[in-house]
């Protein structure tokens, strides 16, 4: 009795899970197609925020070295994966130290130039670069710091070939991402005595969330979190690791400004943290206004006064 009520038991359970296996192939039916469809939709619009991102447009340069009565000479970068970047050699005083100046994200080497002038003034010698993206007639798109860094050892290699400067007495200046380049370029040359650095950051991720709030209007952690994804999907096989930590202890022994402006509150505090984990000979300034593309006016003079007179003190 047991065992035919057992078995009779069965098929009833079998009955059952063949009406549900039909239940599910008809959701399926209905609404994968249209999950499918919202995925791709999804991936397409966070594919068009990373690229508009990485690709900020030509900036047009308004002004150039003979504005401001400096010699100059045209050079290019050259890059860890074979192409070049414009830039301007500007020599001062023989045997005077040279500064490297990385103007940022969306801006060109032009916007560098009022400080380079005051830097001349002073007697060094500068060298001006444009970064990925952000220049005349763009190239290559930015990635946003990843790359960036491998730049600046090209910029830092060049001063190395001009035997007129002092080799040992070497600065950089650079904003948000040429900031962020400077302090990891600088960790590789011990000649690299002063870092001005204007709104740095350390992780990517927190630079690409920082623009997607800036360009988009947009604050969504999903958001950010997708557009990462495909921002590492794009350099999976860069040979570059994403996550990589400055290396911060390297620089103990180095003078460095940190810069950060009421205009870029979200970078301000990324600048802050880096700041309380560094320690060498460091200190902090702030800005009505950060340096941008087209800054000018009195904060445009104060801000290069401050810049020149830290170099001044801690390379000559």
């Given at each position: 009795?047991?065992?035919?009520?057992?078995?009779?038991?069965?098929?009833?359970?079998?009955?059952?899970?063949?009406?549900?296996?039909?239940?599910?192939?008809?959701?399926?039916?209905?609404?994968?197609?249209?999950?499918?469809?919202?995925?791709?939709?999804?991936?397409?619009?966070f594919s068009v925020l990373v690229y508009k991102i990485m690709h900020p447009g030509a900036v047009p340069e308004a002004v150039n070295p003979s504005h401001y009565l400096l010699p100059s000479l045209e050079i290019e970068i050259a890059?860890?994966?074979?192409?070049?970047?414009?830039?301007?050699?500007?020599?001062?005083?023989?045997?005077?130290?040279?500064?490297?100046?990385?103007?940022?994200?969306?801006?060109?080497?032009?916007?560098?130039?009022?400080?380079?002038?005051?830097?001349?003034?002073?007697?060094?010698?500068?060298?001006?670069?444009?970064?990925?993206?952000?220049?005349?007639?763009?190239?290559?798109?930015?990635?946003?710091?990843?790359?960036?860094?491998?730049?600046?050892?090209?910029?830092?290699?060049?001063?190395?070939?001009?035997?007129?400067?002092?080799?040992?007495?070497?600065?950089?200046?650079?904003?948000?991402?040429?900031?962020?380049?400077?302090?990891?370029?600088?960790?590789?040359?011990?000649?690299?005595?002063?870092?001005?650095?204007?709104?740095?950051?350390?992780?990517?991720?927190?630079?690409?969330?920082?623009?997607?709030?800036?360009?988009?209007?947009?604050?969504?952690?999903?958001?950010?979190?997708?557009?990462?994804?495909?921002?590492?999907?794009?350099?999976?096989?860069?040979?570059?690791?994403?996550?990589?930590?400055?290396?911060?202890?390297?620089?103990?022994?180095?003078?460095?400004?940190?810069?950060?402006?009421?205009?870029?509150?979200?970078?301000?505090?990324?600048?802050?943290?880096?700041?309380?984990?560094?320690?060498?000979?460091?200190?902090?300034?702030?800005?009505?206004?950060?340096?941008?593309?087209?800054?000018?006016?009195?904060?445009?003079?104060?801000?290069?006064?401050?810049?020149?007179?830290?170099?001044?003190?801690?390379?000559?």
């Open positions: 009795m047991r065992r035919n009520e057992f078995w009779g038991f069965i098929p009833m359970r079998r009955g059952i899970s063949s009406e549900k296996k039909v239940q599910i192939e008809k959701f399926l039916r209905l609404v994968l197609p249209a999950f499918t469809i919202l995925f791709i939709g999804i991936l397409v619009i890059t860890s994966d074979g192409k070049g970047l414009p830039g301007w050699w500007i020599p001062g005083l023989k045997d005077a130290p040279a500064i490297i100046l990385a103007s940022g994200y969306g801006m060109n080497r032009g916007d560098a130039l009022s400080l380079a002038a005051a830097l001349h003034r002073n007697g060094f010698n500068t060298l001006i670069y444009s970064q990925r993206g952000s220049h005349a007639r763009p190239k290559m798109s930015s990635t946003l710091g990843l790359r960036e860094a491998d730049d600046m050892l090209g910029a830092v290699r060049f001063l190395q070939s001009r035997k007129e400067i002092n080799q040992e007495r070497l600065g950089i200046w650079g904003t948000d991402i040429g900031a962020r380049a400077a302090l990891k370029a600088a960790a590789s040359f011990p000649a690299i005595r002063a870092l001005a650095v204007d709104s740095p950051y350390e992780a990517i991720s927190d630079f690409l969330d920082y623009r997607i709030g800036q360009d988009f209007g947009i604050n969504n952690r999903l958001v950010q979190f997708g557009c990462y994804q495909i921002f590492r999907l794009i350099h999976l096989f860069g040979g570059i690791p994403m996550n990589q930590r400055l290396p911060l202890r390297d620089l103990s022994d180095r003078a460095v400004l940190f810069i950060k402006g009421e205009n870029r509150r979200e970078l301000g505090s990324l600048t802050g943290a880096i700041y309380d984990r560094i320690k060498p000979q460091k200190e902090m300034i702030s800005f009505k206004t950060a340096r941008i593309h087209s800054m000018s006016g009195e904060d445009l003079r104060s801000y290069d006064r401050q810049v020149s007179s830290f170099f001044l003190l801690h390379l000559q």
